[in-house]
């Protein structure tokens, strides 16, 4: 192959914004000579190649724009440590089904049994398989609502929010929400209500929400739109922050006593 032939080549690559084939086309050509292989196993080669490189790239980008605190995967979830959760409805979770019926998943449990290390993780399913997803805090949320209420912006602001096939928001119950974020949530709810998944995750029990938002009315209305298509998952167990300080040697064992030296002579 002649180089003017090879330049050619490399400027239509660049043009069909194929920008793989067009880093690693001399190399590969030099490989497939060698190698003698036929027309359609290099086309295959290169055209797997290319889709390869645009998927991991695309995945990049939701994942950047779905703003995760952190990236936690299923995999590296300690289901033997959290008995109490059925590792088939996790795994039935990462197929993304319940998003293309537009469910919810609520995650309950006490601080540190690996709620949000479940929502990332569920999260980062979803990018994989394509869905735009946007991960927020509760408090987060809540004043992201607060402040475009403020700026008459409140309508936009729950478009854009409407807008991801998945909403992650961590740490409903953390902090008490006041009448008017109680009534911003509920907003956005009924703007995703059977349109949008959302994984919720919080410490308090569903019998508890009434606290949570300050009115038991505007909590049992956000429990019926979250609830009538739902999947809900309570997490019973030890927290994994406190197993890594116990570990560490930072925490005594629960009933572990101090040893009086004078008394062990």
């Not at 950047?64 to 590296?76: G, I, N, Y």
């Not at 956000?222 to 019973?236: A, C, E, G, P, Q």
Request: one cysteine or more; a positive charge; aromatic letters at 6%.
């Amino acid at each position: 192959m002649t180089i003017p032939q090879l330049d050619r080549l490399r400027t239509h690559c660049h043009r069909l914004r194929l920008y793989q084939l067009e880093s690693e086309l001399p190399t590969l050509l030099e490989q497939a000579a060698k190698r003698e292989q036929s027309y359609a196993d290099f086309l295959d080669e290169l055209f797997g190649r290319e889709v390869g490189a645009k998927t991991q790239k695309h995945l990049a980008m939701r994942v950047a724009m779905a703003r995760f605190p952190f990236q936690k995967t299923l995999e590296s979830f300690d289901f033997k440590f959290q008995p109490s959760i059925d590792p088939k409805i996790i795994r039935e979770l990462a197929t993304g089904r319940y998003i293309e019926s537009g469910d919810n998943v609520l995650l309950l449990g006490p601080p540190g049994v690996g709620k949000t290390h479940l929502a990332v993780a569920l999260g980062l399913k979803a990018c994989e398989q394509g869905v735009r997803t946007l991960f927020t805090t509760a408090a987060g949320l809540i004043a992201t609502l607060g402040k475009a209420l403020a700026e008459n912006r409140l309508d936009e602001r729950l478009k854009l929010l409407g807008q991801p096939q998945l909403l992650v928001i961590d740490e409903i119950g953390y902090i008490p929400i006041d009448r008017q974020g109680a009534n911003l949530f509920f907003q956005l709810v009924s703007r995703r209500y059977e349109r949008g998944a959302i994984i919720l995750t919080s410490n308090q029990s569903l019998g508890a929400w009434g606290e949570v938002f300050g009115d038991p009315v505007i909590a049992t209305a956000i429990l019926d739109r979250l609830l009538h298509h739902s999947i809900t998952v309570n997490i019973k167990g030890d927290s994994y922050r406190l197993r890594e300080k116990l570990k560490a040697g930072l925490l005594k064992p629960r009933g572990a006593e101090p040893v009086d030296s004078t008394q062990s002579r």
